[in-house]
């Protein structure tokens, strides 16, 4: 649970926000929040798990379940924390919303940086108010290298505060929570695809079927 009263007292504060769905989450989200932090001097990040996205019906895992895996996940970073705050909205959530509670949180001087998926921020016209949330933080949006920037620039074009969004590659974004689903479904290992209690809580858990399709004892995640 992230202390909001702490950070909120925190003048100066560049506070790094990772919106996903992170079902589950996996070491290419880990290696993205790090990399940030890093790059835009972050001082600390949270990673804020959707409750109900609000450009999908359902996902696989429950909200519950993803921010259990997230909470996991971060444990061993003093500077990573895991907000409830979408995840306890019964509503559907919108980004811009998350950050005009975020920016009410924290002093004046706070500045925010939203961090998600390009693929994400290659949507951000159809998501609420896009042009005030472009006023409201820094966008860094995180592709995997090779990445076609043109699509990007195109949907940004006719924005106000275009220059706020900013592409950051990261190689190990290979890696992708499909793709963990896929192989989780077909009874392959997800070993160092996910932190060792991710992988943990994942066996142990029905978010994926795995207890369904292959019974309640035995199944080795680090197999296959
Ligand atoms: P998504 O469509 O499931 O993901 C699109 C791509 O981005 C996927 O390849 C995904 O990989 C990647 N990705 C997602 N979050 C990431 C992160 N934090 N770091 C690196 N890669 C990431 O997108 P989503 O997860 O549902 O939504 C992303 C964020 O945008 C959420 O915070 C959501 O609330 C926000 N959003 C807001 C609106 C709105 O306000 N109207 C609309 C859409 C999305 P993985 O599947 O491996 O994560």
């Known amino acids: 649970m992230i202390p909001l009263e702490r950070l909120g007292q925190r003048s100066g504060l560049r506070l790094g926000i990772m919106g996903g769905t992170f079902d589950p989450i996996h070491i290419g989200h880990l290696v993205t929040a790090e990399e ?12 804020m798990p959707t409750g109900q996205p609000p450009h999908k019906s359902s996902q ?13 996940a971060t444990a061993t970073n003093p500077r990573f924390w895991v907000s409830r705050l979408e ?18 949180a924290c002093r004046p001087d706070a500045e925010l940086f939203f961090i998600t998926g390009a693929d994400a921020v290659l949507d951000i016209l159809t998501w609420k108010e896009p042009d005030r949330l472009l006023g409201l933080c820094e966008v860094i949006a995180a592709t995997r290298p090779g990445y076609d920037l043109g699509r990007l620039a195109g949907v940004l074009a006719d924005l106000a505060h275009k220059e706020n969004v900013h592409v950051m590659e990261i190689p190990a974004l290979a890696v992708s929570s499909s793709m963990i689903r ?5 009874g392959k290992s997800v070993r160092y695809l996910v932190t060792e209690g991710v992988a943990a809580l994942i066996a142990k858990s029905d978010s994926y079927g795995l207890q ?3 019974g309640r004892n035995g199944h080795d995640l680090g197999s296959g």
């Not at 940030?36 to 990673?47: G, K, N, P, T």
């Open 36 to 47: 940030a932090l890093l790059q835009f001097e972050l001082d600390e990040i949270v990673f």
């Open 212 to 214: 369904a399709s292959l």
């Open 87 to 104: 995840i306890d909205d019964a509503g559907v959530d919108y980004t811009v919303d998350t950050l005009d509670r975020l920016r009410a």
């Open 182 to 186: 896929e192989r989780l479904a077909q």
């Open 60 to 72: 696989v895992a429950s909200p519950e379940a993803r921010y259990m895996m997230a909470s996991v």
